[in-house]
């Protein structure tokens, strides 16, 4: 089973950074590829970054790619969101997402592609 919570959202000055946490408390962390979406108020969740089970392998949106890091620690049991120079369109709620240990990712970027979701942390970047 896989059961996530994010944690780490806030509000922050535009040209700040946060880090969000996602806790799986489940047994098979160290086998799901994991995710991060955001949700804009009145808008659609999309993809901000994916990594893979070694964490030799990350996708990262254009959007905010060069400013957002993902990573994981899997003796933990926690993905990580670096996000550093925030900006105002950064305003979103911050979901994690689990993939099925066996998927190939090749749709990462797609909702559907996910199993597991936690309930979203909100992040306000006040410009």
């Known amino acids: 089973q896989v059961h996530l919570v994010e944690s780490g959202g806030g509000l922050v000055q535009a040209g700040g950074s946060l880090r969000l946490s996602c806790k799986d408390s489940?047994?098979?962390?160290?086998?799901?590829?994991m995710a991060w979406f955001r949700q804009a108020p009145g808008k659609e969740r999309v993809f901000v970054a994916r990594?893979?089970?070694?964490?030799?392998?990350?996708y990262v949106a254009d959007s905010v790619r060069g400013r957002f890091t993902i990573s994981r620690d899997n003796i933990g049991n926690t993905v990580y969101l670096q996000m550093n120079d925030l900006k105002a369109e950064d305003t979103a709620v911050y979901y994690c997402a689990a993939d099925r240990p066996a998927s190939d990712g090749s749709t990462y970027w797609r909702i559907e592609e996910y199993d597991y979701w936690g309930q979203g942390t909100q992040v306000t970047v006040s410009s």
């Open positions: 489940g047994r098979t962390f160290s086998s799901n590829p």
């Open positions: 990594i893979s089970v070694s964490a030799t392998i990350t």
